[in-house]
């Protein structure tokens, strides 16, 4: 288990590291660097002062160098400047990830509660009406893509309600403030519940054709005890890997909605920070997301190496 | 003819058997005759500008309405369902192709080989597709063959990780066995045994990755990354008329919408009938 | 004069002097719309109004347009931190005496001295730099700027330019102390004007609080100003129509989204006026066959105004030259003189036929279009026009194909002159034909994108900018737009209107209807809440 242990780490070292090479490199690949943005919003472009800006920001060394000092500074806790506020990259991002944390727990806490039942009932009543039924809503909620559901929440809002839950400063009331972290979390939510909903649903089939349920009724147990104690409890091992899983590549769904809802998290900074070519910003939020995957993934293997002792550590 | 009536037979007792599998194929067949005749059926130009229908109404002539630049909003989605189609079915193509080679290269050839291409693997896996696909377009710049790249890179991995679990699972077999001990050469045998054997998974994994694809660009020109005007991508008529006109005309956010809802719902629905007929083992 | 026009210009007087017959209240907290993130707080080195806008209050100018005139003009102009200018006898020299006991949020005095710091940094003569200076150019006939004691500065000038005091009354001028480094003005910016700088959070908000040192007395009425940054337009709007603001960004509201509002929030104030910024047609002098006159001459027969107009305004934008057209703009030409200009004439079938015979000539035809990428920026107010005049190219046999240019690189482009054809958008600071055609149209100017230079017109330039009566300048004015238009230097498509909303509570706002650069020091505005 030590080894196993090790060698998990370390290749988790060496994905970061990966990542952070690719990230780099496509970004020094982009079109127009923030000096051209910054003079975007000037309205011209004056060679001289490009250069002198690029001098500064250290844009005119060697990509290797560029690169050693970023990741250097990261080793002790550095993350540079951005570029557009001239604040410290860490300032920037520090306010932000509350934000986007709360939306995205909600919106995994909204897809668990609506989509374990779900699964659970459909595989339960396999092949009946119901079934399909759940199905067919299930292959929506994968096929709607979140930032369209976005628009007509708010458009649906504003029809029945003649307002809206979008971020502004202060907002007024509590009622308020819940109701602008709910709807966009049940909006990003929705895919993700649709996806758990299919895995507990394939998960609990798996199970329901084993031995020890069928001689469970065999036995003559009550069978939603069977069901829901027995089966269920079996059944969530792959459901939690999902889980786990779901929770880091929320990300994706959080850029639209984020956009959607004017919401001032990560994941919107993350694209505006890519159109300023802001790249310090972007660096760190990349390895953010990449830092998130790995771990998650990592503690997901050890918790199934733990609790399924099927798994052969070597692996 | 008698043959005919056989493959109908066939064709009705599957639809029969898998009544969701049977509607998708419905609507992905709905769906890429709309992107074949779009020139033949649209009502009219999806790119001529008309002062006078600016946000006309849906109704009348123009069912689903017009643009503020008084461009017919059907005709457009009919276009539109070209360039959703390019996007998903090249860049599953392109994921496919790459996939299959490097999983088949991967599994059959193992060794040092593997271990690069598991590590290369889980490199562009430990990113959401949406956030690599992101920075790849931002890289590219905006057009419709880069959107095209920057979706199909991501599915590289994803691909290539099936295919390679599914060769390995392969060389244990016995015919397998059985041809390396006639003296057939690797490459023969990755060519002409292992390959038409990863059809079906193949297909099973690239239909569940069309609507993905589709799903991926539309939300990368909503973000205004994906595929430039004058094409009229979905995401890309969602995103202007989101920001100008969801209360004035709803119908332009609407309709656009529903296309790109209605295509991933088919491939959907196809992919997962697809799956349950061509791979049992991995039945919902 | 369109009707909207009129009614426009009427509602702006109406309001106004609604404004002026309550008594104002002191306090509360405006909350406005801002549309996008400002690249940085330095007004003086951007050069949108998304800077203008949230930041203008945090300044004072040596003098300002009026802010409850609508139109800016020289009779409005309105002593800030000066308090009186006089001009030299040879109108060379311009003195300004400076106001005496203003201190800067930062408790620190002013002096004449900070006047002289910020212009000669705008003219980079200093060591610490702007990271861009986009305005450099207005300051190029000043010589020198000496400082006679702590209050009295003198501007130098090399000829007379009775200008000069319309560029530094703009929103665009305002005075930076000298102990505050450029960076500090990009980040957390100093002033002396009534509200002070609290915070400026990328992509979410800009925070300002009531400066209780301001120089004019009483003033400021609010306690602060909460700008929320929304980049969405139809979000915003329907933000405001929910009561979460009480302005919107000025000039954002279009057409049908201006229905809309009115249809949902009856109390809203909106006021429609043009922005003062055209859409123009620019097309590379260099590349072949645009190098030759008679294309060129062609591409602007063939554009058909009035249809652009009822696309992308509903009617409402103006057709005009180079200059901001009447009631609105001061200098705009007559009417008559207007029809008078190349693809102007009203027969646009007529224009048209004319533009196919010299393409035919050139022989090409409906077997041999002209293929050209038509470039513009990846923003809808630029693309939507490139639609509608790739359609316009179809009619003379040239194809057009729409090149998107992301906004990252769209002005290095333009600079390389990498590019055949394109559409751009001007916009003007200051209503005044010295800032429009020596930025645009001088030879060898960073902004002039075409490429167009013209010695002896250039010459003209210089003449009107001389001249110190107003009536011969306006008569010089109007031959050198013709000029510019009948050269086909850069078609002018349309010169577009937008609305302002605010809501009923607010007091005192006044919508400047010939820039959008100038009206947002917001010290007299006041909430009735």
């Known amino acids: ?315 | 003819m008698l043959h005919l009536f056989k493959r109908l037979a066939v064709l009705s007792r599957l639809a029969r058997k898998y009544p969701l599998g049977a509607a998708g194929a419905v609507i992905m067949t709905l769906f890429v005759a709309a992107a074949l005749l779009a020139d033949a059926i649209s009502p009219f130009s999806p790119l001529t500008t008309n002062p006078a229908l600016s946000l006309a109404r849906p109704g009348g002539l123009h069912l689903f309405g017009a643009d503020v630049m008084g461009r017919d909003i059907l005709s457009r989605i009919l276009h539109g369902a070209r360039i959703s189609l390019a996007v998903g079915i090249f860049s599953t193509l392109i994921g496919g192709v790459f996939g299959v080679i490097i999983g088949i290269a991967s599994g059959f050839i193992g060794g040092w080989f593997d271990l690069v291409v598991q590590r290369l693997t889980d490199i562009l896996q430990a990113l959401p597709v949406l956030v690599l696909a992101l920075v790849m377009s931002a890289a590219l710049g905006p057009s419709l063959p880069n959107t095209i790249l920057a979706i199909s890179i991501p599915l590289i991995p994803y691909v290539s990780r099936v295919i390679r679990a599914n060769t390995l699972g392969l060389r244990e077999l016995a015919f397998v066995e059985a041809a390396e001990a006639t003296g057939m050469t690797r490459w023969r045998i990755a060519i002409r045994h292992i390959l038409p054997n990863t059809l079906a998974p193949l297909i099973v994994i690239s239909t569940a990755q069309l609507g993905s694809t589709i799903l991926t660009e539309a939300s990368l020109s909503f973000l205004g990354l994906g595929v430039p005007e004058p094409y009229p991508s979905w995401g890309r008529m969602l995103s202007d008329s989101a920001a100008e006109y969801m209360r004035t005309a709803p119908w332009l956010v609407i309709f656009p919408g529903l296309a790109i809802s209605l295509a991933v719902f088919g491939t959907n629905m196809l992919g997962d009938a697809l799956r349950d007929i061509l791979d049992p083992r991995q039945r919902t | 004069m369109s009707r909207w026009a009129t009614l426009s210009l009427a509602a702006t007087l109406l309001v106004t002097s609604a404004a002026v017959a309550q008594t104002p209240k002191s306090g509360g907290i405006m909350r406005a719309w801002q549309r996008d993130s400002p690249g940085s707080a330095s007004i003086h080195e951007e050069a949108t109004y998304s800077t203008n806008f949230p930041f203008m209050g945090v300044f004072s100018n040596l003098v300002l347009y009026k802010q409850d005139v609508a139109q800016n003009s020289m009779d409005s102009i309105v002593p800030e931190l000066a308090t009186s200018w006089s001009w030299s006898a040879d109108n060379k020299d311009l003195t300004f005496k400076t106001r005496a006991g203003v201190k800067w949020h930062d408790g620190k005095p002013f002096t004449a001295n900070d006047v002289k710091c910020t212009f000669d940094k705008v003219r980079d003569l200093t060591p610490d730099k702007f990271r861009k200076n986009p305005r450099k150019a207005w300051y190029s006939n000043v010589r020198d700027i000496t400082v006679q004691g702590d209050n009295e500065v003198t501007f130098h000038l090399e000829r007379p330019q009775p200008a000069l005091l319309a560029l530094l009354a703009s929103g665009y001028s305002p005075v930076y102390p000298c102990h505050a480094s450029a960076q500090v003005q990009r980040t957390a910016p100093i002033g002396t004007g009534p509200f002070k700088f609290v915070s400026f959070k990328q992509n979410e908000s800009i925070t300002l609080a009531r400066n209780p040192d301001y120089w004019k007395p009483g003033r400021p009425f609010l306690d602060g100003i909460e700008y929320t940054i929304v980049t969405n337009r139809s979000t915003a709007v329907l933000g405001f129509i929910a009561g979460k603001f009480d302005m919107t960004f000025p000039l954002e509201i279009t057409p049908p989204i201006l229905r809309d509002v009115h249809a949902q929030a009856p109390a809203a104030q909106c006021v429609t006026a043009p922005l003062n910024v055209s859409t123009n047609l620019i097309v590379n002098r260099d590349k072949p066959p645009f190098d030759n006159a008679d294309v060129r001459r062609a591409m602007a027969l063939t554009i058909d105004r009035k249809a652009f107009v009822a696309i992308l305004s509903e009617g409402e934008a103006d057709i005009g030259g180079t200059m901001l057209p009447g009631p609105e703009g001061v200098w705009g030409m007559s009417k008559e003189m207007l029809a008078t200009m190349t693809g102007y004439g009203p027969d646009i079938a007529a224009n048209r036929a004319q533009a196919r015979k010299i393409m035919e000539g050139l022989g090409y035809g409906p077997n041999k279009m002209l293929k050209v990428k038509i470039s513009t920026r990846n923003i809808a107010t630029y693309r939507d026009p490139a639609v509608i005049l790739i359609d316009h190219l179809k009619e003379i046999f040239i194809e057009g194909e729409l090149d998107v240019v992301e906004t990252s690189v769209w002005f290095a482009k333009l600079a390389r002159k990498d590019y055949a054809a394109g559409l751009n958008l001007t916009g003007n600071a200051v209503d005044d034909p010295d800032q429009a055609f020596y930025e645009n149209y001088s030879c060898g100017s960073e902004r002039n994108v075409t490429g167009y230079c013209n010695k002896d017109l250039e010459k003209a330039f210089d003449a009107q900018s001389q001249e110190t009566d107003p009536a011969k300048r306006k008569a010089m004015v109007w031959e050198i737009d013709r000029q510019l238009q009948n050269d086909i230097a850069r078609p002018i498509i349309l010169h577009d209107r937008k609305a302002t909303c605010t809501g009923p509570a607010l007091k005192g706002y006044t919508q400047m209807v010939n820039s959008v650069y100038n009206g947002y020091r917001f010290d007299e505005l006041w909430l009735d809440r």
Do not use: C
């Open chain 1, 1 to 315: 288990m030590g080894a196993y242990l090790v060698r998990r780490f370390g290749l988790m070292l060496l994905t970061l590291f990966g990542i952070s090479v690719i990230i780099f490199v496509m970004l020094r690949l982009v079109p127009g660097n923030i000096v051209d943005i910054l003079f975007d919003s000037a309205g011209m472009v004056n060679p001289a002062d490009k250069a002198r800006i690029e001098a500064e920001l250290g844009l005119d060394r060697s990509l290797p160098v560029q690169y050693a000092t970023w990741i250097g500074g990261l080793l002790h806790g550095d993350l540079g400047f951005s570029y557009v506020s001239e604040k410290s990259a860490w300032d920037e991002i520090a306010p932000r990830i509350p934000v986007s944390a709360r939306l995205a727990g909600t919106a995994l806490l909204f897809a668990m509660a609506i989509g374990i039942p779900l699964g659970v009932i459909s595989a339960v009543r396999q092949n009946t009406a119901l079934d399909y039924l759940l199905r067919v809503m299930s292959l929506s909620g994968l096929s709607v893509p979140s930032f369209w559901l976005g628009l007509l929440v708010l458009m649906g809002f504003v029809a029945l309600f003649g307002t809206m839950p979008i971020y502004t400063q202060s907002p007024r009331g509590l009622g308020e403030a819940v109701l602008l972290v709910l709807v966009p979390a049940a909006t990003v939510g929705f895919r993700s519940s649709a996806l758990i909903m299919r895995l507990t649903r394939s998960a609990m089939l798996e199970v329901l054709r084993q031995d020890y349920i069928r001689t469970a009724h065999a036995k003559g147990a009550w069978p939603r005890a069977v069901n829901y104690r027995h089966a269920l409890r079996n059944a969530m091992l792959p459901v939690v890997t999902v889980i786990g899983m779901e929770a880091a590549f929320l990300a994706g769904g959080l850029i639209v909605t984020e956009t959607v809802f004017n919401i001032p998290g990560l994941a919107r900074f993350l694209v505006e920070s890519i159109r300023n070519r802001d790249y310090p910003i972007v660096q760190n939020l990349v390895m953010l997301i990449a830092f998130l995957v790995v771990t998650i993934n990592f503690t997901v293997d050890l918790l199934y190496a733990a609790l399924d002792p099927r798994i052969r550590v070597g692996g």
